[in-house]
Each structure stands twice: as structure tokens, then as C-alpha cells.
């Protein structure tokens, strides 16, 4: 079970998301906090430096804690890891499979999911949908041992959804890669753009919070609707 701060951060965050509190406006008080989350001291400021951390508010000392203005529709967040279909929660995210199939890691792939060759790894591909345009090309394999489970129904939605609410998984942080490559011609058709076009190309290696690996993939982007987000502190 995680640890209350990171309850309560990831709680104030969903409030923060959702638009409990207006930009540039003071967050409640340390003692408000405590009494909402029924929490110490201790925890409020914990979740408070994991906010900050995060860039979604800023202290000024002797003033309180305020939230910081950012732009985000339509932006894909660097460092979240909930998945599209959460990131979008306001859009209509649909998914076309391409392809399921379960295989033996190799060596190489064993070397990059950090397990054993000869693991059973499910590999999926398929193309998402915002609002009923193509918005990126998923390449992802999933370590068998962690992710029991992977058929049509759960490749059809939020993948991250089911490991985290039905299978209970935590994920804990990724290294991401980003970088442009030009778009062949099969790619090119399933994002709706032109051989040749630009993709911006992000290769996840996922972990969970117990520092296993469960999940690598490699993203292609459609140029024309795709923005990252990076919220930044000093």
C-alpha cells in the first residue's frame, strides 16, 4: 500500500486536474489539508514537496502554497504514466488492434525487459483514436509473469486502466527516449498522413513500483495533433 502522502498528492492532483482550484489562487492551508485527508503535518508537506516537484503548484515563503498556471489540453505529460485514455479523459479514445500474439523473449528482448530468455511476452500493436483521428502507432510488449492476461476486450481499451484497477499493479517510473524518424508507407496510412511525413517516436521502458520491468514500447506519434508537456522546477 503506498505511503499516505502519495495519497494524498495523487488525490490533490486528481483535484488540481479536474479544476477544483483556480489558477494563481492560494491552495488551502497546511492546517485545512490536514483536517480534509485527516493526516499529520508531516504527510501535507510531503505531498506538498511531490506537487511541487511535479510543477503543479509553487511556495512562496511566508505567503503559502499557490497552484501554478500551465497550459495542458491536448498535451501528452513526459512524466505521468496513467495512459491515454486517462490523459484524455474529455476526449473519446478507441483503439484498432493490429496485432496480439504471445511469444518467447529472445535475448535482446530478455535484455531490455530485464527477465529470463525464453519468457512469455505478450506483443500488441495497434492504432489509437482521439475524437476519430489517428493520433499514434503502439508497438508494446508486456512481461507474461506480471500481466497474466492479455486478450481482444482488454487490448480494445485502457490497458494501464486494467493494470492498475484489476490487477492492482503500481507503476512506479519509465525512461523515455524522444526522437523523430520519417514515416514508411504502412505507418504513413494507418496515421492518415503522406510516406515520408515526420513521427515523434517516444520509447517507454516501464517498471512498477517494486522496480521490475513490465512493459517496453515504442510510440509513433501523428505530428499534426501530438504535444508533450514537461512541467519543470528549479
Partial sequence: M???????????????LEG???FNTKL????ALMKKFDVSRNTIRKAIDSLVEHGYIYQVQGSGVFLREF???????????????????????????????????????AGQMK???????????????RNGVPFVIEESFYNKDLIPLLDKEIAGGSIYRYITDDLKLKVGFADKIISCE??????????????????LI??????LNTG????????KYNYTTAKLLMLTTS
Fill in 2 to 16: 503506498d505511503v499516505k502522502y502519495k495519497i494524498v498528492a495523487e488525490q490533490m492532483e486528481k483535484e488540481i
Fill in 20 to 22: 477544483t482550484y483556480a
Fill in 28 to 31: 488551502p492551508t497546511e492546517e
Fill in 71 to 109: 497550459s495542458r489540453p491536448g498535451c501528452i505529460s513526459i512524466k505521468n504514466m496513467v495512459g491515454l485514455t486517462k490523459e484524455f479523459e474529455k476526449d473519446e479514445m478507441s483503439s484498432k488492434l493490429l496485432a496480439l500474439e504471445l511469444m518467447v523473449a529472445d535475448e535482446e528482448l
Fill in 115 to 129: 527477465c529470463k530468455v525464453n519468457t512469455n511476452i505478450y506483443f500488441l500493436k495497434r492504432v489509437r483514436y
Fill in 182 to 199: 520519417k514515416l514508411n508507407d504502412e505507418d504513413a496510412e494507418l496515421l492518415g498522413l503522406e510516406s515520408g511525413d515526420p513521427a
Fill in 202 to 207: 517516444v520509447e517507454n521502458t516501464v517498471f
Fill in 212 to 219: 521490475v520491468v513490465f512493459d517496453i514500447s515504442r510510440e
